[in-house]
């Protein structure tokens, strides 16, 4: 039996928030990807901003078009701004 992964989506919120950081935060602990896909819809140049504010290097997003695109073992962000 074949089960897939819900696909979580998840807004960037304020971009001049604390929204970036704690998904970045959270999303840097890979066990989320065992339990669902992560997709953040928002923009990629502002979250490349947030990690390098927050000297993460170990981190990036998968850019993706829609929702279906998604990698299941990969953060990914679809650009909407």
Do not use: W
Not at 30 to 40: A, L, N, Q
């Amino acid at each position: 039996m074949h089960t897939s992964k819900i696909r979580l989506g998840i807004t960037q919120g304020d971009i001049n928030g604390i929204g970036y950081e704690i998904i970045i935060k959270s999303l840097m602990d890979h066990t989320i990807m065992d339990f669902c896909v992560p997709i953040v819809y928002g923009s990629p140049k502002v979250a490349a901003y947030h990690r390098k504010a927050l000297n993460i290097e170990n981190f990036s997003f998968n850019t993706i078009n829609s929702a279906s695109d998604a990698h299941d073992k990969k953060a990914n962000i679809i650009n909407c701004i």
